[in-house]
Protein backbone atom coordinates (compact mmCIF):
# COMPACT_ATOMS: atom_id res chain seq x y z
CA UNK A 1 0.00 0.00 0.00
CA UNK A 2 0.77 3.44 -0.41
CA UNK A 3 1.17 6.17 1.71
CA UNK A 4 2.87 10.05 2.05
CA UNK A 5 3.40 11.72 5.41
CA UNK A 6 3.95 15.79 4.96
CA UNK A 7 6.12 16.40 8.28
CA UNK A 8 5.07 19.91 8.64
CA UNK A 9 1.55 20.80 8.76
CA UNK A 10 2.65 24.59 8.40
CA UNK A 11 5.78 26.18 7.64
CA UNK A 12 6.79 29.87 8.14
CA UNK A 13 9.69 31.52 6.75
CA UNK A 14 10.84 35.44 5.66
CA UNK A 15 10.63 36.76 2.29
CA UNK A 16 14.17 35.97 0.51
CA UNK A 17 15.11 33.08 2.65
CA UNK A 18 15.31 29.74 1.73
CA UNK A 19 12.20 27.00 1.81
CA UNK A 20 11.79 23.71 3.11
CA UNK A 21 8.55 21.13 3.10
CA UNK A 22 9.09 17.59 3.72
CA UNK A 23 7.62 14.54 2.44
CA UNK A 24 8.35 10.97 3.03
CA UNK A 25 6.51 8.65 1.51
CA UNK A 26 5.65 4.85 0.90
CA UNK A 27 5.18 2.43 -1.49
CA UNK A 28 5.25 -1.17 -2.34
CA UNK A 29 6.46 -0.40 -5.65
CA UNK A 30 8.96 1.63 -7.81
CA UNK A 31 6.41 5.41 -7.47
CA UNK A 32 5.49 8.29 -9.00
CA UNK A 33 5.79 11.33 -7.10
CA UNK A 34 4.25 14.72 -7.00
CA UNK A 35 3.59 18.16 -5.36
CA UNK A 36 0.95 20.28 -6.19
CA UNK A 37 0.29 23.61 -5.11
CA UNK A 38 -2.92 25.18 -4.38
CA UNK A 39 -3.31 29.25 -3.85
CA UNK A 40 -6.18 30.24 -1.66
CA UNK A 41 -10.03 29.16 -3.20
CA UNK A 42 -7.92 28.08 -5.75
CA UNK A 43 -7.54 24.63 -7.58
CA UNK A 44 -4.56 22.71 -7.51
CA UNK A 45 -1.74 23.22 -9.36
CA UNK A 46 1.18 20.69 -10.55
CA UNK A 47 4.91 22.11 -9.28
CA UNK A 48 6.99 19.17 -10.17
CA UNK A 49 6.87 15.41 -10.74
CA UNK A 50 9.54 12.60 -10.05
CA UNK A 51 8.62 9.29 -12.37
CA UNK A 52 12.04 7.52 -12.28
CA UNK A 53 14.48 9.71 -14.69
CA UNK A 54 16.28 11.94 -12.86
CA UNK A 55 16.61 12.32 -9.11
CA UNK A 56 16.56 15.84 -8.78
CA UNK A 57 13.68 17.62 -10.15
CA UNK A 58 13.07 20.80 -11.20
CA UNK A 59 9.56 22.75 -10.99
CA UNK A 60 7.73 25.80 -12.00
CA UNK A 61 7.97 29.27 -10.28
CA UNK A 62 12.18 27.96 -8.92
CA UNK A 63 11.17 25.14 -6.80
CA UNK A 64 12.78 21.87 -6.90
CA UNK A 65 12.82 18.45 -4.93
CA UNK A 66 14.93 15.51 -4.46
CA UNK A 67 14.17 11.56 -4.72
CA UNK A 68 16.10 9.61 -2.08
CA UNK A 69 15.02 5.91 -2.37
CA UNK A 70 17.24 5.27 0.46
CA UNK A 71 15.02 7.78 3.02
CA UNK A 72 12.14 7.64 1.10
CA UNK A 73 11.70 11.26 0.75
CA UNK A 74 10.77 14.15 -1.52
CA UNK A 75 11.40 16.87 -0.07
CA UNK A 76 10.33 20.42 -1.64
CA UNK A 77 12.93 23.20 -1.79
CA UNK A 78 13.14 26.62 -3.36
CA UNK A 79 16.33 28.90 -2.41
CA UNK A 80 14.59 32.57 -1.83
CA UNK A 81 10.81 32.63 -0.91
CA UNK A 82 8.47 34.96 -2.60
CA UNK A 83 5.64 36.66 -1.10
CA UNK A 84 3.13 34.41 -4.07
CA UNK A 85 4.73 31.65 -2.66
CA UNK A 86 2.16 31.84 0.07
CA UNK A 87 -0.12 28.58 -0.51
CA UNK A 88 -0.50 24.88 0.57
CA UNK A 89 1.45 22.52 -1.01
CA UNK A 90 0.43 18.80 -1.44
CA UNK A 91 2.80 15.62 -1.67
CA UNK A 92 1.14 12.73 -3.60
CA UNK A 93 2.41 9.34 -4.91
CA UNK A 94 1.08 6.82 -7.26
CA UNK A 95 2.20 3.68 -8.04
CA UNK A 96 3.63 2.41 -11.39
CA UNK A 97 2.35 -0.63 -11.94
CA UNK A 98 -0.90 -1.60 -11.07
CA UNK A 99 -2.32 0.92 -9.49
CA UNK A 100 -4.41 3.78 -10.73
CA UNK A 101 -4.76 5.74 -7.82
CA UNK A 102 -3.09 8.85 -6.50
CA UNK A 103 -2.72 9.20 -2.68
CA UNK A 104 -2.07 12.84 -1.01
CA UNK A 105 -0.48 14.02 1.72
CA UNK A 106 -2.01 16.02 4.31
CA UNK A 107 -0.67 19.36 3.30
CA UNK A 108 1.45 22.04 4.39
CA UNK A 109 0.45 25.53 4.45
CA UNK A 110 3.13 27.50 3.69
CA UNK A 111 3.41 31.23 5.00
CA UNK A 112 5.53 34.06 3.86
CA UNK A 113 6.52 37.15 6.36
CA UNK A 114 7.52 40.17 4.75
CA UNK B 1 -9.00 27.50 -23.25
CA UNK B 2 -8.16 24.07 -21.53
CA UNK B 3 -9.70 23.26 -18.69
CA UNK B 4 -12.18 21.52 -16.07
CA UNK B 5 -15.16 22.53 -15.28
CA UNK B 6 -17.70 21.85 -12.63
CA UNK B 7 -20.99 22.97 -11.41
CA UNK B 8 -22.57 24.44 -9.21
CA UNK B 9 -19.01 26.28 -7.45
CA UNK B 10 -21.20 26.38 -4.37
CA UNK B 11 -24.26 24.61 -2.67
CA UNK B 12 -26.16 24.01 0.30
CA UNK B 13 -28.65 21.48 0.49
CA UNK B 14 -30.68 19.38 3.00
CA UNK B 15 -29.77 16.06 4.46
CA UNK B 16 -31.46 13.63 1.78
CA UNK B 17 -31.90 15.39 -0.91
CA UNK B 18 -30.15 14.13 -3.98
CA UNK B 19 -27.71 16.34 -6.49
CA UNK B 20 -25.03 15.95 -8.61
CA UNK B 21 -22.29 18.28 -9.21
CA UNK B 22 -20.77 18.41 -13.07
CA UNK B 23 -18.00 17.88 -13.96
CA UNK B 24 -16.63 18.40 -17.79
CA UNK B 25 -13.33 18.60 -19.28
CA UNK B 26 -12.32 19.64 -22.92
CA UNK B 27 -8.89 18.31 -23.64
CA UNK B 28 -10.29 15.08 -24.56
CA UNK B 29 -8.24 13.19 -21.38
CA UNK B 30 -8.84 9.47 -20.73
CA UNK B 31 -8.78 9.43 -16.86
CA UNK B 32 -10.96 11.60 -15.12
CA UNK B 33 -11.00 11.56 -10.87
CA UNK B 34 -12.92 13.21 -7.82
CA UNK B 35 -11.60 14.11 -4.83
CA UNK B 36 -12.72 15.63 -1.41
CA UNK B 37 -10.72 18.16 0.39
CA UNK B 38 -11.55 18.14 4.24
CA UNK B 39 -8.77 20.28 6.45
CA UNK B 40 -5.89 18.45 7.61
CA UNK B 41 -7.16 14.64 5.71
CA UNK B 42 -5.64 16.51 2.29
CA UNK B 43 -7.53 15.02 -0.50
CA UNK B 44 -8.96 11.91 -0.90
CA UNK B 45 -10.44 10.08 -3.88
CA UNK B 46 -14.09 9.07 -4.34
CA UNK B 47 -13.76 7.56 -7.11
CA UNK B 48 -12.20 7.33 -10.78
CA UNK B 49 -12.40 6.34 -14.43
CA UNK B 50 -9.87 5.39 -16.75
CA UNK B 51 -12.39 5.66 -19.54
CA UNK B 52 -15.57 5.59 -20.73
CA UNK B 53 -17.93 3.14 -18.72
CA UNK B 54 -15.06 2.10 -17.03
CA UNK B 55 -15.11 3.23 -13.40
CA UNK B 56 -13.81 2.02 -9.92
CA UNK B 57 -13.98 3.18 -6.02
CA UNK B 58 -10.93 5.67 -4.25
CA UNK B 59 -10.59 5.83 -0.96
CA UNK B 60 -13.83 7.37 0.26
CA UNK B 61 -16.58 5.93 -2.50
CA UNK B 62 -19.70 5.23 0.30
CA UNK B 63 -22.51 7.10 0.08
CA UNK B 64 -21.37 8.20 -4.08
CA UNK B 65 -22.22 7.46 -7.10
CA UNK B 66 -20.30 8.10 -10.27
CA UNK B 67 -21.02 7.62 -14.13
CA UNK B 68 -18.81 7.97 -17.37
CA UNK B 69 -20.98 7.82 -20.38
CA UNK B 70 -19.44 10.43 -22.51
CA UNK B 71 -15.27 11.29 -22.51
CA UNK B 72 -15.71 14.78 -21.41
CA UNK B 73 -18.45 14.47 -18.31
CA UNK B 74 -17.91 12.79 -14.97
CA UNK B 75 -20.90 14.06 -12.87
CA UNK B 76 -20.77 12.70 -9.08
CA UNK B 77 -24.32 11.81 -7.50
CA UNK B 78 -24.98 11.91 -3.86
CA UNK B 79 -28.19 9.89 -3.91
CA UNK B 80 -28.81 11.14 -0.14
CA UNK B 81 -26.41 13.64 1.22
CA UNK B 82 -25.53 13.97 5.18
CA UNK B 83 -23.73 16.37 6.99
CA UNK B 84 -20.37 14.41 7.10
CA UNK B 85 -20.67 14.74 2.88
CA UNK B 86 -20.01 18.45 4.04
CA UNK B 87 -16.90 19.44 1.99
CA UNK B 88 -14.88 20.54 -0.81
CA UNK B 89 -14.97 18.35 -4.23
CA UNK B 90 -12.57 18.49 -6.71
CA UNK B 91 -12.91 16.98 -10.10
CA UNK B 92 -9.48 16.44 -11.87
CA UNK B 93 -9.10 14.66 -15.47
CA UNK B 94 -5.42 13.71 -17.14
CA UNK B 95 -4.36 11.70 -19.99
CA UNK B 96 -3.69 8.82 -18.20
CA UNK B 97 -3.19 7.41 -14.95
CA UNK B 98 -1.17 8.80 -11.67
CA UNK B 99 1.03 5.62 -11.38
CA UNK B 100 2.78 6.67 -15.30
CA UNK B 101 3.60 10.24 -14.40
CA UNK B 102 0.29 11.73 -15.74
CA UNK B 103 -0.18 15.29 -13.84
CA UNK B 104 -4.38 15.75 -13.15
CA UNK B 105 -5.79 18.93 -14.48
CA UNK B 106 -8.22 20.29 -11.51
CA UNK B 107 -11.43 21.94 -11.68
CA UNK B 108 -11.93 25.08 -9.53
CA UNK B 109 -13.85 23.13 -6.45
CA UNK B 110 -17.63 22.38 -5.56
CA UNK B 111 -18.20 23.55 -2.19
CA UNK B 112 -20.75 21.26 -0.61
CA UNK B 113 -22.50 22.19 2.67
CA UNK B 114 -25.38 19.92 3.75
CA UNK B 115 -27.63 20.68 6.53
Known amino acids: AQSVTQLDSHVSVSEGTPVLLRCNYS??????LFWYVQHPNKGLQLLLK??????LVKGINGFEAEFKKSETSFHLTKPSAHMSDAAEYFCVVSEKWGAQKLVFGQGTRLTINP | EAQVTQNPRYLITVTGKKLTVTCSQNMNHEYMSWYRQDPGLGLRQIYYSMNVEVTDKGDVPEGYKVSRKEKRNFPLILESPSPNQTSLYFC???FGAGGLGYEQYFGPGTRLTVT
Open chain 1, 50 to 55: YTSAAT
Open chain 1, 27 to 32: SSYSPS
Open chain 2, 92 to 94: ASS
